[in-house]
């Protein structure tokens, strides 16, 4: 391998993906000291646009299209992403490189101080609780009805201020997160995956290269996690195979005992009045199998009927 290619990384410019750039260049540094590595940011449509709710303008691609531009036009060598942000279907040229070790990939409850020690089930009625999730809202209004929920935007820190600010009672945010930025100790609630399973991916970073460049390739061998990429691929396998090119709630949650993998799905209309779950148990190696399988399984279900009503929406 060529030791004197200085490897540029593509970042978005937020404090948490800087965060997450730098760790993954020091990483690099650390396996590859005789290489050298740069962070090169850039704002994206999703940074940019931050008075339309996201379910409005469909997420796809938001956070990462110039990002792979620049990977693409060759100005940047591989894009950091979390990898819940990342497209399941990437442009022609691109790949997932590597998965890094996931971080808990829970939802958490951060509050307004009025509310000191107060937690979902004992908020008031009314409570306004944060998100731009439909994932998250779509679950947590099927729990939590009495609740009031309301669109949030913007990085990390621009939600948290919001919050102290009085805007909102609560916010959910990612505890992956809030961790990697040393904030965990804002967390007041980690939500239960009985309450709500978690985006695909989350929690862990996702490493977007060129499918043409095996001397970038090489390099993640150091970064990436067996357990971690198995579990994201079959998460990111139920979701491609479910969503139809438009933002649908789907929670996963994955667990690996021994050789078997454990993918726990759901997929909930917009309103949150129904919800469909289920569960496949397979071996390991069978990681996008087990996806393709419990997405077919939750279709049988019923999922189907929700997907039309999404993409009838989404069309008018």
Partial sequence: MSTNRTINIGSRKSQLALVQSHW?????????SDRTFTVQTMSTQGDKILDVALSK???????????EDAMLSGAVDFAVHSLKDLPTNL???????AITKRENPADALVINVKYKDQKLDSLPAGAVIGTSSLRRLAQLRHYYPHLSFKDIRGN?????????AGEYDGIILAVAGLERLGMGNRVDEIISADISLHAVGQGALGIECRSNDPEVLNLFEAIADEESTQRCLAE???????????????????????ANLTLKGIIASLDGQTLIRGEV??????AEAIGIELANQL??????????????????
Avoid: H
Avoid at 25 to 31: D, M, V
């Fill in 24 to 32: 993954v260049q020091a990483e690099l540094q650390k396996a590859f």
């Fill in 57 to 67: 303008i469909g997420d796809k691609g938001l956070f990462t299209k110039e990002l």
């Fill in 91 to 97: 442009p022609e040229g691109l790949m997932l490189g």
């Fill in 156 to 164: 990390l820190n621009t939600r948290l201020a919001k919050l102290d």
């Fill in 236 to 258: 990111r396998a139920f979701l491609r195979e479910l969503e139809g090119g438009c933002q649908v709630p789907i929670g996963v949650n994955t667990a690996i005992n021994n």
């Fill in 281 to 286: 148990v397979g071996s390991v190696q069978d």
């Fill in 299 to 316: 279709k049988g279900k019923g999922a189907q009927a929700i997907l039309d009503v999404i993409i009838a929406e989404n069309r008018s």
